[in-house]
């Protein structure tokens, strides 16, 4: 089975320097790019790839780049951001690329930055990443000095500079314009669009914001070609994905696998199946703010398309299992705390919603609910849902709350009724 | 406590990589909160000045992140991973055995100025869950003994 991504990662988790990235054929895809192809055709490509956002809303990456204007009208510069702020609840797949092949995440930034022409790069990475801050320091400086980065590249007339951004913690700065704001040095909170961001994004220029792991799809589509990227996958989505299992499971981890693998293949092959004495329940296929889905549905293909089919999202790809040992509203109210925490407080829906969703659940937690709380909780979760908040962080957070109280009604019935949590006391 | 030239120098620095020099009020905040642990009022609007920024506006950013501290934190800094991996996994009962051990709760600093403890959202290293911080050193696979051996090393 090919991993073209994480294939070339060392056993013993040192990250691969320079020479051995070139070795194991690493930016042959830059040269090739900047001697056969022009901007547009590189674009054209990933668009004709089929590639999808893997930060989490599986947004076409080439139809992104599209928008950004081009030519020499263009305002500029022009600038193209690496969203390393992985900080997605049940999330640990972009910190293996970073910490492990860093210059593949490089070289994936390098051909976007070509495609769109852009002279200034970022990488955006989390405050609490030092290890992967490292590796990508050295790697960035192994770059400059073999002359991948910096001025007239490979002897061709584009110049880039890169330069890392570690922030300082805060979940919503994983959302694209909060991101800006947070590059920009101002309180990271969502922009209204349009503009968009391809069109007036950083300082006003035009910049592009992707994941870590789309980027590091873009050399693969280069070096291989269109038709042998997509048949990488197993569905109409191109290319491999890299997906993940927490909880409790035999061998939680992240694995890169062909798109479209199923959630039982990832949770039985992969994972090992559950531990000993704890049985399925739930999952939640793509990090926080993705709805749980049942054991109905373990033969879902982990795609975007698929699983949206069975009213989730793939999100992330990163799965987090819930086991008949844990409580699903205990479950739902961490999930909940966690959203009304790192609400920007921007919005009036999110500020004052989540609190209120995380103070009923916790009030059923501990057994002083009313039965009419499940109807508030449906409410809100209306209410929180898309159209009615500034950005995507309110929405999120009402997908497993909605799909919880549908999905585990007599646990949270039980609670209410018998005035406690049923799952407490209970040997861990 | 003013900024050193050295800290001058190193925000100069950081304000090469942006087309505005205020872009790099994140990276100042960080870097005067190094030696000093936090970032006092004193602190705060000596470098808005620096910065050509109010001391409001500046206040308005270092609250706004999780790893500017506007208080003063203990020697070590404990970030507990509170995020829903970690929940499943028994964070809960870690969290109860360090606020016991520390007498302390999130939020607090122990008499002795040696440790804070914060919650952190997920660190992104859910195959070892539970996981903590401490300082910036990422501990996963966490147990009673392994959080009792992390205290009393430190302590």
């Not at chain 1, 704001?181 to 309180?187: C, D, S």
């Not at chain 1, 990090?287 to 879902?300: K, R």
């Not at chain 2, 911080?133 to 992390?150: C, S």
Request: one cysteine or more.
């Amino acid at each position: 089975m090919e991993r073209p991504l994480t294939q070339a990662l060392r056993a013993d988790g040192v990250p691969l320097d320079i020479d051995e990235y070139e070795r194991a054929g690493g930016y042959r895809a830059l040269r090739k790019a900047l001697r056969e192809l022009q901007p547009a055709e590189l674009t054209a490509m990933v668009k004709a790839s089929n590639l999808r956002g893997r930060g989490g809303a599986g947004f076409p990456t080439g139809v992104k780049w599209q928008a950004v204007p081009m030519g020499p009208s263009a305002r500029r510069p022009k600038y193209l951001v690496c969203n390393a702020d992985e900080m997605e609840p049940g999330t640990f797949k972009d910190r293996l690329l970073l910490e492990g092949n860093p210059h593949l995440v490089l070289e994936g930034m390098m051909l976007a930055a070509y495609a769109i022409e852009a002279e200034v790069a970022y990488v955006f990475l989390r405050w609490a990443y030092k290890r992967a801050e490292e590796t990508m320091r050295t790697a960035i400086a192994e770059a400059y000095a073999r002359g991948y980065l910096g001025r007239h590249i490979l002897a061709s007339p584009w110049s880039l500079e890169l330069h890392v951004h570690t922030s300082a913690g805060r979940y919503i700065c994983g959302e694209e314009t909060a991101l800006l704001n947070a590059l920009e040095g101002a309180r990271a909170i969502p922009r209204a669009k349009p503009p968009y961001p391809q069109t007036s994004g950083l300082w006003g220029k035009p910049v592009v914001v992707q994941n870590v792991e789309t980027l590091c799809n873009v050399p693969v589509i280069v070096e291989r070609g269109v038709d042998a990227y997509k048949a990488l996958s197993r569905t109409d989505e191109g290319g491999t994905k890299i997906y993940g299992a927490s909880g409790h499971v035999k061998r939680p981890g992240a694995w890169e696998l062909p798109m479209g693998a199923t959630i039982r293949e990832l949770l039985e092959e992969h994972a090992g199946g559950m531990r000993d004495g704890y049985r399925f329940r739930g999952v939640i296929p793509g990090g926080a703010s993705t709805d749980f889905l049942a054991e109905e549905h373990l033969d879902v293909k982990m795609d975007y398309a698929s699983v949206m089919k069975v009213g989730s999202r793939m999100g992330t790809g990163t799965m987090i299992i819930l086991d008949d040992r844990t409580c699903p509203v205990g479950m739902v109210l961490n999930l909940e705390l966690f959203f009304a925490r790192e609400s920007c407080g921007w919005c009036t829906p999110c500020r004052e919603g989540l609190p209120w969703v995380a103070r009923t659940l916790a009030a059923i937690e501990a057994g002083q609910g009313m039965e009419s709380d499940l109807e508030l909780l449906a409410q809100q979760s209306r209410l929180l849902g898309p159209g009615h908040t500034f950005c995507a962080l309110a929405p999120g957070a009402v997908e497993p709350l909605q799909s919880a109280v549908k999905l585990f009604r007599d646990d949270f019935l039980r609670h209410i009724r018998e005035r406690r949590c049923p799952f407490r006391g209970q040997a861990a | 406590m003013t900024l050193t030239a050295e800290e001058k120098r190193e925000i100069a620095e950081e304000q090469k990589r942006y087309p505005d020099r205020r872009a790099a009020c994140v990276e100042a905040l960080k870097i005067a909160q190094r030696s000093r642990g936090w970032v006092s009022d004193e602190t705060l609007r000596e470098l808005a000045d620096h910065l050509g920024m109010t001391a409001d506006e500046l206040d308005g950013v270092a609250t706004f992140y999780n790893m500017i501290f506007r208080r003063p934190v203990g020697r070590h800094v404990i970030f507990l991973c509170d995020s829903v991996s970690c929940w499943v996994m028994g964070e809960e009962a870690l969290r109860a055995q360090l606020k016991e051990r520390l007498g302390i709760d999130f939020g607090q600093t122990t008499v002795d100025g040696e440790y804070t403890l914060l919650p952190v959202a997920c660190l992104g290293t859910c195959d070892h869950a539970p996981a903590l911080l401490l300082d910036r050193e990422l501990h996963g696979d966490l147990t009673e003994t392994r959080i009792d051996a992390l205290i009393a090393r430190r302590g």
